[in-house]
């Protein structure tokens, strides 16, 4: 079966475009995370869907950041306006259970590289 | 706030060797602790995790790790390096009440041949 899968896996991006990324991810998964990796860093959270609800926000940098999974399935990151301090790698990541999230295994998509020059 | 260190951004190993990363976390109740790794151009990979069953936790691949409490760490051995063990290693640390992730900030392994 397919993994995660992330879309695009590259963006260069001029600052103060606005861009989106994709996250596909596998099928029948409940619960659904994003976060950002800086270059030499660990990923840091960002976001947590619960199907289409998202239920933690609270590691989204601004405002200029917004996440949607509209259907419960596919989601969406969405970087308006965006700044050089923006250029990482944007991961996400899903899980097949609703309760103990965090006890179930995170399966991570390869990633978005995302360059704002 | 919890928090995760991993000692030495470079791991440097003799194939054959002992591997050895190190992590210990900061966390005010008992944690879940995981271990994941990351090869060249790919995602995020669970090698392991500790969920307050058994303090040795055997992974893939031939890795383990023991938690200790008394030392809050959960460092990740393997007997003997592979060349194909080269990649890099996160430790990963949180709450059940918490959805959330916290990393380490991650060590790369390196075996020489």
């Known amino acids: 079966g397919a993994g995660v899968s992330q879309s695009p896996r590259y963006k260069v991006a001029k600052r103060g475009q606005d861009v989106a990324l994709r996250c596909d991810p596998i099928?029948?998964?409940?619960?659904l995370f994003w976060y950002q990796q800086a270059l030499g860093q660990g990923p840091e959270f960002l976001t947590y869907?619960?199907?289409?609800?998202?239920?933690?926000k609270s590691g989204l940098p601004s405002d200029r950041f917004f996440a949607e999974r509209p259907e419960g399935s596919v989601s969406t990151l969405k970087i308006q306006r965006t700044q050089q301090e923006d250029s990482a790698v944007y991961l996400c990541?899903?899980?097949?259970?609703?309760?103990?999230?965090?006890?179930?295994?995170?399966?991570f998509g390869p990633g978005t590289r995302l360059t704002v020059l | 706030a919890q928090s995760v260190t991993q000692l030495g951004s470079h791991v440097s190993v003799s194939e054959g060797a002992l591997v050895l990363l190190r992590c210990n976390y900061s966390?005010?109740?008992?944690?879940?602790l995981f271990w994941y790794v990351q090869y060249p151009n790919q995602g995020l990979q669970l090698l392991l995790k500790?969920?307050?069953?058994a303090t040795l936790v055997k992974g893939i691949n031939g890795f383990e790790a023991e938690f200790k409490k008394s030392e809050t760490s959960f460092h990740l051995t393997k007997p003997s390096a592979h060349m194909s063990d080269a990649a890099e290693y996160f430790c990963?640390?949180?709450?059940?009440?918490?959805?959330?992730?916290?990393w380490g900030a991650g060590t790369k392994l390196i075996i020489k041949p």
């Open positions: 990541a899903s899980s097949s259970q609703r309760a103990a999230p965090l006890r179930d295994t995170q399966y």
């Open positions: 500790y969920t307050s069953a």
């Open positions: 990963a640390v949180s709450q059940d009440s918490n959805y959330q992730l916290i």
């Open positions: 966390s005010s109740v008992p944690p879940y």
């Open positions: 869907f619960q199907n289409e609800a998202q239920l933690d």
């Open positions: 099928s029948g998964h409940v619960s």
